[in-house]
T-cell receptor, first 113, second 114 residues
Framework: EAGVAQSPRYKIIEKRQSVAFWCNPI?????LYWYQQILGQGPKLLIQ????????DSQLPKDRFSAERLKGVDSTLKIQPAKLEDSAVYLC???????????FGSGTRLTVV | GQQLNQSPQSMFIQEGEDVSMNCTSS?????WLWYKQEPGEGPVLLIA?????ELTSNGRLTAQFGITRKDSFLNISASIPSDVGIYFC??????????????FGSGTQLTVLP
């Protein structure tokens, strides 16, 4: 089975610019997650989707971050405007309903300068 | 909130040695998972544990679900260079009384010296 696809792999932007990340989960996985992983830390959840609905976005900095999963398949995560502290790896993961064995993508490494 | 504390933070071992690492929480977990992350990649699931006291193996890896349900252990026997990476424990985070998503520890960085 194909894995979770993410693009781009790397992105360097200046602070106050905007950036978008894309994720295509494993086919048939209803649940999609976006995690932020700062260097030296474990992944931290930003937002969770169940099909095309948001289950939990309590840890998403909504003043600058937004995410959507319009057709219940692929998803985009946007940051506007970016800050230096947004430099991190953004990981997308998907899972079948009710299972915790997530499959992660390779991530997008964002550097804000 | 639910936090997972992993130790040690980093380990340097000789090839062929056995490795032990652990994860503790102030809250009870009913599921423990162990992931490995290699440079430039996302975490990959190694072992999942669903019952207190459970001992599960995956090749040279063995993980245990602590009987207090507040800790878990991961052992790697006869380490090899490809064991290098960051090992994360993870457990379900409960919000509003229902498990929603995984929370991760801060990781144990393993380096295997030839």
């Amino acid at each position: 089975e194909a894995g979770v696809a993410q693009s781009p792999r790397y992105k360097i932007i200046e602070k106050r610019q905007s950036v978008a990340f894309w994720c295509n989960p494993i086919s048939g996985h209803a649940t999609l997650y976006w995690y932020q992983q700062i260097l030296g830390q474990g992944p931290k959840l930003l937002i969770q989707f169940q099909n095309n609905g948001v289950v939990d976005d309590s840890q998403l900095p909504k003043d600058r971050f937004s995410a959507e999963r319009l057709k219940g398949v692929d998803s985009t995560l946007k940051i506007q405007p970016a800050k230096l502290e947004d430099s991190a790896v953004y990981l997308c993961a998907s899972s079948s309903t009710g299972r915790f064995g997530y499959t992660f993508g390779s991530g997008t490494r964002l550097t804000v300068v | 909130g639910q936090q997972l504390n992993q130790s040690p933070q980093s380990m340097f071992i000789q090839e062929g040695e056995d490795v032990s690492m652990n994860c503790t929480s102030s809250s009870i977990f009913n599921t423990w998972l162990w992931y490995k992350q290699e440079p430039g990649e996302g975490p990959v699931l190694l072992i999942a544990l669903y019952k207190a006291g459970e001992l599960t193996s995956n090749g040279r890896l063995t993980a245990q679900f602590g009987i207090t349900r507040k800790d878990s252990f991961l052992n790697i026997s006869a380490s090899i260079p490809s064991d290098v990476g960051i090992y994360f424990c993870a457990g379900p985070l409960f919000r509003d009384g229902s498990a929603r998503q995984l929370t991760f520890g801060s990781g144990t960085q393993l380096t295997v010296l030839p």
